[in-house]
């Protein structure tokens, strides 16, 4: 774990569910919720969160990825980001570029520039998508298709612009209901196969495509609120996921997965959970490069 990689590496990554081998996450150090932006917020705004149980939990996730064998990288954790903990929104990478989103919402713009600071000093290529509204969250990648959620954090011009950067690649708009935040949160592909959904978030003719690609594993309503869908996957059919979710986890397990519980339940209480708090860089790599 560095706020440098240990080794000099291109980024690479074409779906969600490779080995993962490098990922960016940063410290819930001022982690607050200043403005409400989702309903999670909304619920958990009176309480609070407990920031020292946070940051212990958030070490535990970190020192389990690394048992893992996943390089972390850690990006300064700075006062005026108070969520900035969710890695997963300033960017993705598809291929061997590293995109650099744009945040929509005030509170979080200029977390991107802690994240170009960091490509910079690894002499990593990068692709800014400055004027588009878009964020990582949105973004889940899946071989030659790309599926980005239409929502209040990215917007159909985003879309087109990628279309036009990656011509040989389908990119597909997948509106949901905006409360949710972000596509990650009430659908994720876990498998070249198998995908995780929250039905109620989107409508009949988004869940009929996608049942066509994926055999949908549906998520309660319950279990959406402590972002079932929002897991992690490292490759080999490793996936981490909140041990609250039980239900979630016994189909996970049904289907061979083996799921990595770790309680982050303090971070969720923002509104992300383990692939919020994620940035892959490189997924399974090696021998992808020529």
């Avoid at 802690?114 to 969250?137: A, C, H, P, T």
């Avoid at 897991?231 to 997965?257: D, M």
Wanted: with cysteine.
């Amino acid at each position: 774990m560095s706020i440098f990689s240990k080794e000099q590496r291109k980024p690479f990554a074409r779906s969600e569910y490779d080995v993962l081998k490098q990922v960016i996450l940063c410290k819930p150090e001022y982690m607050t919720i200043r403005d409400v932006i989702n309903e999670t917020q909304k619920k958990f705004k009176d309480e609070g969160i407990h920031i020292e149980l946070a940051m212990a939990q958030h070490k535990k996730f970190v020192k389990t990825l690394e048992d893992h064998g996943v390089d972390v990288v850690l990006l300064p954790a700075l006062k005026m980001f108070p969520e900035q903990v969710f890695t997963r929104d300033i960017g993705f990478t598809f291929g061997h570029i590293l995109f650099v989103a744009e945040m929509a919402h005030k509170i979080r713009q200029g977390e991107e520039e802690v994240l170009r600071g960091w490509i910079k000093q690894e002499r990593m290529s990068y692709f800014n998508l400055i004027g588009d509204m878009i964020e990582g969250g949105d973004v889940i990648v899946d071989g030659e298709s790309i599926y980005v959620g239409l929502s209040n954090r990215t917007n159909q011009n985003a879309i087109d612009h990628l279309q036009s950067i990656l011509p040989h690649y389908e990119i597909i708009a997948v509106p949901f209901t905006e409360k949710y935040l972000h596509l990650d949160c009430v659908f994720n592909i876990i498998s070249p196969n198998e995908a995780l959904i929250y039905p109620d978030a989107l409508k009949q003719k988004e869940i009929d495509f996608l049942s066509s690609r994926f055999d949908l594993i549906e998520v309660t309503k319950e279990e959406q609120f402590t972002l079932g869908t929002n897991v992690l996957s490292i490759g080999n059919k490793k996936i981490f996921s909140l041990p609250v979710n039980t239900n979630v986890n016994e189909q996970l397990r049904a289907r061979g997965f083996e799921v990595i519980e770790v309680d982050i339940t303090e971070i969720i209480k923002s509104g992300g959970s383990f692939r919020c708090c994620t940035l892959p860089v490189l997924r399974d790599g090696d021998h992808h490069e020529k």
